[in-house]
């Protein structure tokens, strides 16, 4: 046991605390740190590189740097061949890169650019997903879909979600690692593992360092943050469907990038909370609840399997003459 | 008349003794008795249903569990006097793993193990051998698996020449240890620690057609 507490602390447990204590470290700036001008921006892109880099650290510790590596250089004496799903560490680490350059990038333009610039970065960033990280079984129209589905996820993440981001976050790459583990992907489960529980920690930082500190800037609504999870929860579902051996239903795996758009289920609630804080956590009830419901069809759907896999009792009579 | 006579004898009585010489050519020369020539190694088509692969692997530093992959194919090459040393060339279907469990079927052709979605096949061809003893070698070949090949001894024992209605029948026992991490299996060896072992036994039964000459 104690050796598998260690796997879950080195996989999961510490890069979430990475990720949360940069967070914390970025909420406590007084002022902007060059080349930052604002707060807002700095937030911006330092949460969203926190949070990708929880992923990167959780697919090193797990597969080893050289996984990430091969797959833009040769290193000398190995010779395992690169995989197709390793893939996702290396997207991971390119947004976690990205994530700041695009806020710092948003800054600087004119501010009439401002909106235009990310729905243009989104769109073009989600197609090149889709024809840059492929898995097994990849078509012309799963790369549609997949560019669809990247756009779909990020409107999700940043619009849906709004100020719930990282609480909605937290749900989806819970979700995504329960199915995971499900599909029999150890790896991919334990990666989204570490995306939620930094998601989480992030979460938590922001939730409570406002009450006990003023002049905390709060996460800003989409920008690099709603693109970095948008694309990394589209590329982790569309890895899960591909290696998927248990049978999991496709649209499943779909669907789970865009349950942060359930924060709008409940949105005639939110509209009418009295306090932002009520508000906040009808949103965020909206994508649990909306969770829920996936989880429950995917146990139901297993468990459908399950009682039809074994022998049934005429059979067995049949077998042993009874 | 006599004199006719007594020439025409003389010649026929000359006869046997001027056939003697050709008569002692003509006997056939007696020459030490030649070896039996070699039996041409013979072509051996795999069955699949009297074929299989298992393997064992320490699960928690407890038990072995054992799995089966339940489709090979391929050929071998031997000669059935035991002149030569068995070729072999065979395919092993990796999404056929069979453990008793449909999960763990599942997470065995997953990417942190067989990752059957991007290398479906195992293969094994020889290259050469070495003779230890009557039906009995010790087979060097490449062994490729996810995608991965490596030169490995296989201790190989003919197990039978048997006769079926269709023909001639062939058995072999190959036995064989990997470490599976030289082939980028690693999951499980050091994270979690010591959860799936890394050495893997191999037992491969192979049973085959002996191809009929042709006529």
């Known amino acids: 046991m104690t050796d598998v507490l260690e796997y879950i602390f080195g996989v999961v447990i510490f890069p979430a605390l990475v990720a949360s204590l940069i967070a914390l470290v970025v909420a406590l700036f007084a002022v902007p740190v060059w080349p930052f001008r604002s707060r807002a921006s700095e937030t911006e892109g330092l949460v969203g590189f926190a949070l990708m880099l929880a992923c990167v650290m959780s697919f090193a510790q797990d597969l080893g740097w050289n996984a990430i590596l091969r797959q833009f250089m040769t290193i000398q004496g190995d010779d395992t061949p690169i995989e197709k799903w390793h893939r996702l560490g290396a997207m991971a680490a390119i947004i976690a890169l990205g994530a700041p350059l695009l806020a710092f990038v948003r800054e600087r333009a004119p501010k009439r650019w401002g909106r235009e610039l990310s729905i243009g970065v989104s769109l073009k960033t989600a197609f090149l997903l889709a024809t840059l990280v492929s898995f097994p079984g990849s078509s012309l129209g799963w790369a549609i879909a997949q560019g669809c589905l990247a756009v779909a996820a990020t409107a999700a993440f940043s619009l849906g979600a709004r100020d719930v981001s990282m609480w909605s976050a937290w749900i989806t790459f819970a979700v995504l690692s329960a199915m995971a583990m499900l599909g029999g992907f150890a790896s991919l489960a334990v990666l989204c593992g570490a995306v939620s529980a930094g998601a989480f920690g992030i979460a938590t930082v922001y939730g409570i360092l406002p009450r006990l500190k003023s002049g905390v800037e709060p996460l800003p609504v989409g920008g690099a943050i709603g693109l970095a999870l948008g694309l990394l929860a589209t590329a982790v579902a569309h890895c899960g469907r591909a290696y998927d051996t248990t049978g999991t239903p496709p649209w499943m795996w779909m669907v789970a990038p865009i349950l942060p758009a359930g924060a709008l289920l409940l949105g005639r609630w939110a509209a009418k909370a009295k306090t932002p804080a009520r508000a906040k956590l009808w949103r965020v009830a909206g994508v649990a609840f909306f969770a829920g419901v996936l989880l429950v069809v995917l146990a139901l759907s297993q468990g459908g399997k399950e009682s039809s896999g074994g022998p049934s009792d005429d059979e067995l009579k049949q077998m042993y003459g009874g | ?215």
């Open chain 2, 1 to 215: 008349m006599k004199t006719c006579s007594i020439v025409a004898a003389s010649l026929l009585a000359m006869i046997p003794l001027a056939a003697a010489p050709f008569a002692q050519d003509a006997k056939p020369e007696v020459k030490p008795a030649a070896p039996a020539a070699a039996a041409a190694p013979a072509t051996i088509t795999l069955d699949p249903v009297h074929s299989l692969a298992l393997f064992r692997v320490q699960h928690l530093g407890a038990g072995f569990f054992w799995g089966r992959f339940n489709e090979l194919a391929g050929t071998a090459t031997w000669s059935l006097d035991d002149s030569t040393a068995p070729v072999f060339d065979v395919t092993v279907d990796v999404k056929k793993v069979d453990t008793g469990s449909e999960k763990l079927d599942g997470n065995l052709q997953g990417p942190n193990f067989f990752n059957q979605a991007e290398f479906p096949t195992m293969t094994f061809k020889s290259k050469s051998a070495k003779k230890l003893g009557d039906r009995h070698y010790t087979v060097t070949g490449d062994l490729m698996l996810r995608g991965v090949t490596k030169s490995i001894d296989v201790d190989c024992t003919v197990t039978g020449v048997g006769k079926a209605p269709t023909g001639q029948k062939v058995g072999f026992e190959c036995i064989f240890t990997i470490n599976r991490a030289d082939y980028g299996m690693k999951w499980g060896i050091d994270a979690p620690k010591g959860a799936v072992g890394n050495e893997v036994k191999m037992t491969i039964a192979l049973e085959g057609d002996v191809a009929k000459a042709k006529s």
